[in-house]
């Protein structure tokens, strides 16, 4: 069974043909979310990529928006288009 992912995360992927997945990182317990490790295919141009990564942090900060505590369960997630 696949998990449900997250309202403004299913969104992204469907705005977002090209976004194969993405990880977000933390670099201390107490730090702020960082993205790190976005998959894209086929590969874009540098102004495309930079509009999905935008398009993430949007994503991102309507979630933590809509419930705060889901930053603390965000930390080392990676959300991908697919499972394998």
Known sequence: ???TLP????ALFARCPAL???AIGSGA????LFIR???IAPELS???HNQIFDEI?????ELI???PEAGAALRGRTFARVLH
Do not use: K
């Open 1 to 3: 069974m696949t998990p």
């Open 7 to 10: 309202a403004p995360i299913e």
């Open 20 to 22: 194969y997945g993405f």
């Open 29 to 32: 317990p107490e730090s702020e």
């Open 37 to 39: 490790d976005v998959g």
């Open 46 to 48: 540098t102004e495309h």
């Open 57 to 61: 942090v949007v994503a991102l900060a």
């Open 65 to 67: 928006a809509d419930e």
